[in-house]
């Protein structure tokens, strides 16, 4: 199965969603994250062999690849006391929840549907971690990472997030968020959205362009020489240095891709989203059990120059 583009109309996203690039009509087997998305019945679609099976064996990689880093340390300096906040706890969220505890950071999750169903990750993760609602997740971190589907961003806490450094994740897709008139015409990003939603906030967009099991494998200690980086976008320097700082903790270098504005440049079909990490691409796509390969500075920046609008 891709991960984006060309292979048809089902395609997995960087959070490991199932998406189609046309309005889903019609009867369906629900998709296999459980977010509502619909899969076409067909005699030659197994949900069994097709789709869950391969998505279940790579987060079981993504355990493992993350256990082994757990065990061998990332190298990292780790920031005393330091908590990371996320609101959203799917594929991305619960991957950056594993490399935090991989770091040394204090993790607060939280979903959409209360803190008890996080037990069984939480108890995965130890006892760094611990579940909360998205307003505690949101007061405790010194980083907070929106992780949700865009069309829920308003339901994001305001009040607890006013001065914090809060990393966006978002990508827009109109079969799952419906049309938004702003970004189908390009006159703003996700991310100007949420910044607007969280006038006090400082946002910076990250981690929207690696598939999530790519993101658990290939962090490494700083200085590896097979270190892969990852693009940034902010308005503030200060939140940008910060962003960076949790960046390198996880495994990663950062690339400054410039404003808010900019962000477009590492979204949804640009040449920076998620390719540049797949030992195998295909075109525009990537295998769902794609290994991974190391993308540095100058890929990335590469990648992020390549990208056009319209």
């Known amino acids: 199965m891709r991960v984006h583009a060309d292979a048809g ?12 690039d046309t ?59 330091s908590t990371l906040g996320l609101i959203g706890s799917g594929h991305i969220g619960s991957t950056l929840a594993r490399l935090g505890v991989a770091a040394g950071l204090e993790v607060v999750l939280s979903n959409s549907r209360g803190p008890e169903t996080l037990a069984d990750l939480v108890a995965e993760l130890g006892p760094r971690a611990r579940a909360a609602t998205p307003a505690e997740a949101a007061a405790a971190g010194d980083w907070v990472v929106v992780t949700v589907p865009l069309k829920n961003y308003r339901q994001v806490p305001v009040a607890p997030l006013a001065g914090k450094v809060v990393l966006d994740t978002n990508n827009y897709y109109p079969e799952r968020d419906g049309q938004i008139a702003e970004l189908d015409a390009e006159e703003t990003t996700t991310s100007e959205l949420l910044q607007r939603h969280l006038p006090d906030a400082k946002v910076v967009k990250a981690f ?14 700083s200085g590896a020489v097979d270190r892969s980086a990852l693009p940034i976008a902010g308005d503030d320097p200060e939140a940008k240095a910060a962003a960076t700082r949790l960046i390198d903790l996880l495994g990663y270098d950062a690339v400054d891709a410039g404003p808010l504005g900019d962000s477009w440049r590492f979204q949804r079909d640009t040449p920076a989203y998620v390719v540049p990490y797949a030992k195998n691409p295909q075109g525009r796509g990537i295998s769902v059990d794609d290994p991974g390969v190391s993308a540095d500075a100058a890929t990335v920046r590469a990648a992020l120059a390549a990208a056009q609008r319209g």
Not at 50 to 63: A, I
């Open 23 to 81: 309005e889903v009509t019609g009867p369906g087997m629900e998709a296999p994250d459980g977010t509502g998305g619909r899969l076409p019945r067909s005699p030659t679609v197994s949900c069994r062999h097709g789709f869950v099976q391969p998505l279940r064996q790579r987060r079981r990689k993504v355990r493992q690849a993350l256990g082994r880093r757990n065990r061998a340390g990332t190298g990292a300096a780790v920031i005393s006391m």
């Open 9 to 20: 109309p089902w395609l997995l996203d960087t959070e490991g969603r199932w998406r189609r």
């Open 208 to 221: 929207n362009n690696i598939f999530f099991a790519h993101l658990a494998a290939l962090a490494r200690p």
